[in-house]
């Protein structure tokens, strides 16, 4: 599975919607009723666990969370520092 529906399928569990609610364009954070704070922190625990990163407290910022393009965005760059650091 590619990163996209994985990140798609963890947040529609998360957030308990279908799947199909979930494109590139769709915003999150103040959009979403679903996607409120304690959502977020349910999100960033599912994160850490299913792509095994650690998320730090100054990286936890409204803009990784503005839209599915934004967090796909914000885990991508962690996998890829992740890699290069190992």
Do not use: W
């Not at 529609?12 to 919607?17: H, R």
């Amino acid at each position: 599975m590619v990163l996209a529906e994985r990140l798609k399928q963890l947040l529609a569990d998360v957030l308990q919607i279908e799947t199909d609610y979930i494109c590139h364009d769709t915003l999150l954070l103040g959009h979403l009723p679903e996607f409120d704070s304690m959502a977020v922190m349910r999100v960033i625990l599912e994160l850490e666990s299913t792509f095994s990163f650690l998320i730090d407290d100054d990286e936890i910022a409204a803009e990784n969370f503005e839209s599915f393009a934004s967090l796909l965005t914000f885990v991508q760059d962690k996998k890829l520092f992740e890699l290069t650091e190992n």
